[in-house]
């Protein structure tokens, strides 16, 4: 009798989810590297599928395990874009991954921030920051620069994440190398910063740990600014952005349209709304800068730090970063994860 | 009167056809020889002998030889320890009806709900820096303990222990219902003491199921990877460091020899734990 009861459940259950597959009308689009809790992608895609019913479903990969995935699955697609910090995008479009295309408002993209073929283009950027739980910093300071991160009261509280699995953090990694004198060559004054700051660090995630940063399990998360933002003004949380006084890294965060894309008239439309003033001022709500001038509103812009403090953000050469991702990340593999 | 006959074993008409094999073994050989196949020519992609260079590359590579160390030894010992903690929790469940038993059994299978990841997570609620281990034992005794252990060697071992200590007991348990009880009556009878028993009728009895568990439990431990890619500051293991090589540089066949080396490991200890299992005689 029980088994019987326990039957008729799975065949519920079944039956539920083949009539969901089935009603088979559901449009998706699948967007490798869509964290909801990154530049409020969560908000973005809700938002689409409202307007639309297109479904992008959320994904974890972060955009170098993006970009590899997007590899190995050259031959028979499944993603039909991605997202990517800068460097992570133009590398994927150098390979020969995606396929060219200018969404609409192409022309309101700065020449700067887009591949004049189409292969890639910005939709925000941001900015490396230190994102800081006051809270959860046991009585220490807020750390103000990149040297006060060494200092032993930070011991255990700092984390960013493992450049392997994330390009923000690939950004932090070869922006510092350049700050501490390094070139696209030479990652020895990077990875000896890192290799001191490595004493105090808790732990190299391979997840998003926005929602630790938030509980106090990570006092100090090297990310980018818009993430510490949204803790502060859309969770309300303890946290206290810093722009270190050596300087910091703007990242362009780009998309790309993956070549073969199982999608392609849904990719492109979905493409093209993101570039529209309402999934700009979506973005922003996560405190990522929309790539489309004026599609901020005053209210959230007011919740930036000053500019003077952006002022110290300096711009990276993606094509150098770019030629210099498997030799880098490697290296720090080396140096920093494995050492022993 | 019916003969008797030795519980499980039904010889002849009576036992169900060995077509009923049929099933498990196609599964068995889709999700694991077509796999297995896979992961060999991959890892064998490009010149021959390929295949011995990339299995060799895992032992000749330092942090490959080092996680697979790591693994093995920690395999081993949360096995051991997840069998020490286990005996007695077994012996109880299979031998005495109290109160509470069916909630008890229940606890202590929970953990196999719970993917490698939600372990490292519940880890990290425990143990982490606001943990709420560290947490109770400030509000008791004024200063934190264990604060930030789930990133270091003893958080990853707790969480390995976790979900290995159901398979455990449940394996232990079954082992001690089939044990008979009798034997043990006689030697008390016979004025033999309680360790004495243990040592001489007890542990016999269970070694085949011992081995059996061990070679479970480690093998499970050994290819585990998501407390460890959750956990791990440094202290890496081959799962983790085969998933870092496949995602993060595409790197197929090097990843594929981490998992052929996993995969024998696992192989050749099932194969020494089934024979030490045989009863003698």
């Avoid at chain 2, 790591?70 to 469940?93: D, T, W």
């Amino acid at each position: 009798m029980k088994s019987r009861t326990l039957l008729a459940w799975i065949g519920i259950l079944a039956g539920l989810c083949l009539s969901r597959a089935a009603s088979g009308q559901e449009k998706t689009v699948i967007q490798y590297d869509c964290i909801p809790n990154y530049a409020n992608w969560g908000g973005v895609t809700a938002l689409y599928q409202q307007k639309t019913g297109v479904r992008v479903p959320p994904d974890p990969k972060g955009s170098s395990v993006a970009l590899a995935a997007i590899e190995k699955e050259k031959e028979n697609p499944v993603a039909d874009t991605a997202y990517y910090s800068g460097a992570i995008g133009y590398v994927a479009a150098q390979k020969g991954l995606h396929q060219a295309y200018k969404p609409k408002g192409w022309e309101k993209i700065p020449a700067d921030l887009k591949d004049p073929g189409g292969l890639w283009w910005t939709v925000h950027t941001g900015t490396i920051a230190f994102l800081v739980n006051t809270s959860a910093l046991g009585g220490a300071p807020v750390p103000r620069s990149w040297a006060d991160l060494l200092k032993p009261e930070y011991r255990g509280k700092v984390v960013y994440d493992d450049p392997t699995w994330g390009g923000t953090s690939y950004t932090m990694l070869y922006g510092l190398n350049v700050l501490m004198g390094g070139d696209e060559k030479d990652f020895r004054p990077g990875l000896d910063y890192l290799r001191k700051l490595d004493a105090n660090v808790l732990t190299y995630p391979r997840e998003s740990i926005y929602n630790g940063v938030l509980r106090g399990e990570v006092p100090i998360w090297i990310n980018a600014d818009g993430n510490g933002y949204k803790m502060k003004h859309a969770d309300n949380g303890p946290i206290e952005v810093v722009i270190p006084k050596e300087g910091t890294f703007s990242m362009p965060l780009v998309m790309g349209m993956v070549r073969g894309a199982p999608h392609p008239e849904e990719t492109r439309r979905y493409l093209d709304w993101l570039l529209t003033p309402e999934a700009q001022a979506e973005f922003s709500k996560g405190f990522f800068r929309p790539v489309v001038a004026g599609a901020i509103s005053p209210e959230i812009a007011g919740k930036f730090l000053p500019p003077a403090e952006y002022a110290r953000a300096r711009n990276l050469d993606l094509a150098k970063m770019a030629a210099a991702s498997d030799a880098l990340k490697k290296a720090w593999l080396e140096e920093i994860r494995r050492s022993r | 009167m019916r003969p008797l006959r030795a519980p499980g074993r039904s010889p002849g008409p009576a036992g169900p056809s060995a077509a009923w094999l049929a099933p498990a073994a196609l599964f068995l050989g889709v999700a694991f020889l077509v796999p297995l196949a896979t992961l060999v020519a991959t890892a064998a992609r490009g010149a021959p002998g390929a295949l011995w260079l990339a299995l060799a590359g895992v032992w000749a590579r330092p942090h490959t030889r080092h996680a697979l160390a790591n693994g093995l030894g920690l395999s081993a010992a949360v096995s051991l320890a997840a069998i020490a903690l286990c005996l007695l929790p077994a012996e109880l469940l299979a031998r005495r009806r109290f109160p509470g038993r069916g909630a008890a059994r229940l606890l202590l299978s929970i953990p196999l709900a719970f993917s490698g990841v939600i372990v490292g997570f519940l880890a990290i609620v425990m143990l982490g820096r606001v943990g709420v281990v560290p947490s109770l034992a400030r509000a008791v005794f004024g200063r934190p303990f264990g604060e930030g252990l789930a990133y270091a060697l003893p958080g990853l071992f707790l969480a390995y222990l976790f979900f290995e200590i159901p398979r455990a007991v449940l394996a232990l348990e079954a082992a001690f219902a089939r044990m008979d009880p009798e034997v043990d009556a006689a030697a008390r009878t016979l004025g033999a003491g309680p360790v004495r028993r243990f040592a001489r009728i007890t542990l016999p009895a269970l070694r085949p199921a011992l081995v059996g568990t061990f070679a479970t439990t480690f093998s499970v431990s050994l290819g585990s990877y998501g407390a460890a890619l959750i956990l791990s500051r440094r202290f890496s293991v081959l799962p983790v460091e085969a998933y870092q090589e496949f995602t993060a540089f595409g790197n197929d066949a090097g990843a594929c020899a981490m998992a052929l080396w996993l995969a024998a490991i696992s192989l050749v200890v099932s194969a020494v734990a089934a024979r030490e299992a045989r009863p003698r005689g």
